[in-house]
Structure formats: C-alpha cells, structure tokens
C-alpha cells in the first residue's frame, strides 16, 4: 500500500480487462466456482423457466417467478431476469443463489471491461464472457449446483436481437427466432413453435412469451404462472435499439387478461 493511496497494491497493477480474473487471483472465495464442494448433494431453492422470443426490432427475455425447493415452492416472487447491461438481459434456471451471484459477477464483468478498454464487448464477445464464468462453475454443477442461464442482447450491427443458450460446461450456443430453458422449457417452446411468426410486433411478442409460460405452468409444477390474486406476473425485458427496459406491472396485467379472456373463449382454462 503506498502512502498515496489507502487502496491495496493489487488494485493500482496492471492488469485484464476481466474482472473475474482480477476477483480470481486477488479475492478467489469471492468466485462462485473457487469455493470448496459441498460433501454431499444440497436441497436448495432451485429457478425454473425462462423464455426469449425475438422480434422485429430486438428481442424479448421474460421469466415465471416461481422457485422450488424439491417439491416445495420455495418463493412465488423471485426475480429471475436482469439487465446485464445497457444493451442485454440475462435469465436464470437452475440453482438459484448461485446463479443470482454469478449474474451479479456478469454485471461487474461488462462494466469493469467497458471501463477499462473505453468501449463495450460486442454481443458475442459478452456471451463468450458469460460461458467463460459457467465454465468456471463447472465443479459446482457436478455436485447439483448448476447454472444454465439464457442470455439475450441487442446487436447494433445487424440491427436484430440476439439469443444464446448455454449448457453446464461452459458451451454456448445462437438460438434463432426463440428458445426457452428450464423445468418447463418443453412446454413453453412447444408453445412458442406455434406461436413465433417472422416480423412479430413487440406487443405481440410480449404477449407470446406470456402465453408459453402460461403453458408451461399448466403442465409443469415447477413453473409459477400468472397470479390474478396476489397480482405476481411473469418479469419481461425489452432489450432493442433504445436499451435494456422492463415491461411494467400494469401492462403485464392487461396482457395477462387478455390471454385468460381468450382461453376462456375456447374453453382452454383449467
């Protein structure tokens, strides 16, 4: 420490651009992956369905807000998408406090990295980053801590949303036109499938990813859908040439209406 500074030598060094790295060598307990394995499986809130539907102009990431616990419903309002940045949104499925941390860890990552260099990571070079922090978190995901997040962002370039899917090894992979991840993501894609046409409005694509959640809690427990009583929706995230921004409760409210109203019609409630 020098008499200048109270701040640690560590942090006046040249170094990566990568926070994660500088966390990883000066801080490593504060690195999800770098800790010590549990000695036996945990039973710990777990997150569950995560959609992304792309749209005319940008790209939709929306999430149930149920969190389960074996076969318990550990929490009805948990958030379980976030803003990574100005341009990206990412969702979380699988072990909850884990993967909240590591989005946190994602969020410092890009704007450590913008502050550093003078500019932003391109899109993929942002998913790359974030399939470098899962890949980190491998040890954790054989012992049943995985992390298996969707992340979706605005590419300036081609002027289109982009999706990116990842598996618990760090692999990334491009979705087009729509994907969805955890326990309910075979029902809400099957919805999607039906649903998803080129040049979908941004209302319209909203109300997409509101209708294959709400299938995906209708045939998947693990999935909480839209609650009319306690007034708990879906989180959904705009992210288009304008920003990173949320759909707000009140619009979420009338577009969930409009969904049961029209199930309704055709006998499709439950």
């Not at 990206?88 to 969020?107: D, N, P, W, Y």
């Not at 932003?120 to 012992?143: P, Y």
């Not at 306690?230 to 409210?253: K, N, S």
Request: glycine share 12%; net charge negative; proline share 3%.
């Amino acid at each position: 420490m020098t008499a200048r500074s109270k701040l640690p030598a560590s942090y006046l060094q040249t170094g990566s651009s990568s926070f994660t790295e500088f966390l990883s060598a000066h801080s490593p307990d504060l690195v999800p992956g770098s800790r010590t394995l549990p000695v036996a499986a945990v039973d710990v809130p777990h997150g569950t369905t995560i959609v992304a539907v792309a749209y005319a102009g940008g790209v939709l990431l929306a999430g149930d807000r149920r969190a389960t616990m074996g076969n318990l419903i550990a929490n009805n309002e948990m958030l379980k998408v976030f803003a990574a940045d100005d341009f990206s949104a990412v969702g979380i499925a699988g072990t909850a406090g884990t993967a909240i941390e590591m989005v946190r860890l994602f969020q410092v990552e890009l704007e450590h990295y913008e502050k550093i260099e003078g500019t932003r990571l391109s899109l993929v070079g942002k998913a790359n980053r974030l399939a470098t922090m899962i890949r980190g978190n491998l040890g954790m995901a054989m012992q049943g801590l995985s992390v298996v997040p969707l992340f979706a962002g605005f590419d300036s370039g081609r002027g289109a949303g982009r999706i990116f899917s990842y598996d618990v090894t760090g692999g990334c992979y491009e979705e087009h036109d729509f994907h969805s991840v955890g326990s309910g993501s075979l029902f809400a894609r099957g919805a999607l499938k039906k649903l998803w046409r080129r040049e979908l409005s941004q209302d319209d694509a909203v109300r997409v990813t509101i209708e294959a959640l709400y299938d995906a809690a209708d045939d998947d427990s693990a999935t909480g859908g839209p609650d009319l009583g306690r007034r708990i929706w879906p989180t959904v995230a705009i992210v288009d040439g304008e920003g990173t921004r949320f759909v707000t409760d009140d619009e979420l409210a009338a577009v969930v209406a409009q969904v049961l109203e029209s199930r309704r019609e055709i006998g499709g409630t439950r």
